[in-house]
């Protein structure tokens, strides 16, 4: 088994406790890595560190920041097998998908890289003749990072990347079910030869996790979560009236429209649902269906669904693997028995499945309701639930009636019905005749309890900036 350290001030430190976060490999169950928890003192030593290299790092010209960026991409590319089977140790993924995941973040560190020159302020006509008013934008800081389970290497750059690129410095908190990739990545730092304190890498239980949060030094909190760790970075926030950015739950609707090629949408809904078992924000979990291809395309979605394979994607990547723990698969089975009890109708899946690994299949379900707990709630599991629409103004409703708004999909052959959608449509993001993405060119920022502020593209970078407007007579 092996043993990850904390990266703190640019080395990896020893131990300061006997306490430990044991990581298991979901598929199999066993302990894979042995990972040091941090104390409260190591997590006020890296703020400590992070805000004193903010200093000199600010200073840096943003394209030497970017130098150091690319640097990163380099050794993350380079690094992308170590990576990678770390990874998919600790998440379930084929070792092909998680060492493609380093490789996207070496790609979003090398986009952001490249905002270098592209940080810019305003010019703004005063009021008074012999007078300039110039609004520019600087670093927030120091930057608390919170990095989710599912996809933990992109995620964690594409938070790290626009913080650094624009002045700031990190504190990265990883996981603890996902946890020691994040440790490949610190090698990647070290390769690329940041200053000591410029990113900090900590393994941590949440009551060192609020002792980070809330050190008067961290200026800006950064989660990708649950609407839950959402409200209690808030809290956090309140404490030095930090800037929340928080990417949060999802619930993903898809419109079916009749008008377009029932075959390949079936096919293209069940791959992007049970990609990685439905543990991705914006993966599609209630599908709106009309009324006159309903059953037909019912019929398409269970033959696909039914095809699904599950069991352990490092013997054979074909299938669909694990969620990532015990109590993540007894969530989404209670909420799928709870809709079977509610009225619910089970097509396929839906049964705990025997033998070791936190396996569950693709389900469907079809007479669900818009007031069911499997049609308003996130599963965060390979489940399709499904209801019929007579026409495009019910369906936009009933997609809009929820707490959520991160992402949204429709299939359509019109264009005015495309355009309809996207101008009624409750949702940070609308995908047309596609499945979600997420291009790091875009912006991805939900409405509603989907979050605050976003990540990608030049309004994520701009995320990790706060404004100074300079008066100037003359």
């Known amino acids: 088994m092996r043993t990850e350290r904390n990266y703190v001030n640019g080395r990896f430190a020893d131990a300061q406790s006997d306490a430990v976060i044991v990581v298991h490999n979901p598929a199999t169950e066993a302990p894979f890595a042995r990972v040091s928890a941090a104390t409260a003192d190591e997590a006020v030593a890296a703020v400590e560190a992070a805000a004193a290299a903010q200093k000199p790092w600010r200073k840096l010209p943003s394209t030497e920041r970017a130098a150091y960026l690319h640097k990163l991409a380099d050794a993350l590319t380079a690094r992308a097998p170590e990576i990678g089977a770390a990874l998919a140790q600790e998440s379930g993924k084929s070792l092909e998908d998680a060492s493609n995941e380093a490789i996207y973040a070496g790609q979003i560190t090398r986009y952001h890289a490249e905002w270098a020159r592209r940080i810019e302020g305003e010019v703004i006509p005063s009021d008074t003749p012999d007078e300039n008013l110039f609004l520019q934008r600087d670093p927030i800081g120091v930057v608390a990072c919170l990095i989710p389970f599912n996809y933990p290497v992109y995620t964690l750059l594409r938070k790290i990347a626009p913080a650094l690129i624009t002045g700031n410095t990190v504190v990265v908190r990883p996981s603890n079910n996902t946890p020691v990739s994040a440790f490949e ?4 730092v070290e390769d690329a030869g940041f200053p000591p304190g410029v990113v900090n890498i900590l393994a941590m239980d949440h009551a060192t996790a609020e002792v980070l949060c809330t050190h008067a030094a961290v200026g800006m909190i950064t989660l990708t979560g649950s609407v839950n760790a959402g409200r209690k970075v808030l809290d956090y ?7 929340p950015s928080l990417e949060l739950g999802g619930k993903t609707p898809a419109i079916v429209e009749p008008d377009t090629d029932l075959e390949a949408v079936a096919a293209a809904l069940v791959a992007a649902k049970v990609a990685h078992c439905g543990q991705r924000c914006t993966a599609i979990e209630r599908v709106y269906v009309h009324e006159s291809v309903h059953d037909r395309f019912v019929a398409l979605l269970k033959e696909q669904m039914a095809a699904v394979r599950i069991g352990d994607r490092a013997v054979d990547p074909s299938c669909m693997g694990p969620q990532v723990s ?3 698969r007894a969530g989404i089975h209670a ?3 709870g809709a079977i009890a509610d009225g619910a109708t089970l097509e396929t899946g839906g049964k705990l499945p025997d033998g070791p690994g936190f396996f569950y299949p693709a389900t469907l379900l079809t007479n669900c309701r818009q007031d069911m ?31 959520f708004g ?10 005015r019905t495309a355009l309809k959608v996207a101008n009624a449509i409750e949702a940070g993001e609308l995908y047309v005749n596609r499945t979600p993405a997420d291009p790091y060119q875009g912006y991805h920022a939900g ?6 502020g976003g990540d990608d593209g030049k309004h994520g970078m701009l995320e990790f900036t706060q404004t100074r407007l300079v008066v100037m007579k003359y």
């Open 185 to 188: 990545i610190a090698k990647a």
């Open 237 to 243: 926030c309140k404490v030095n009236i930090a800037k």
């Open 326 to 328: 015990a109590s993540a």
């Open 335 to 337: 909420m799928v028995e």
């Open 373 to 403: 707990e499997i049609v308003q709630e996130e599963t965060f599991g390979p489940i399709l639930a499904v209801l019929r629409y007579s026409n495009i103004d019910e369906a936009i409703a009933l997609a809009n009636d929820h707490q």
């Open 406 to 415: 991160l992402a949204s999909v429709l299939y359509t052959e019109n264009y």
């Open 447 to 452: 409405w509603k309890r989907s979050g605050l």
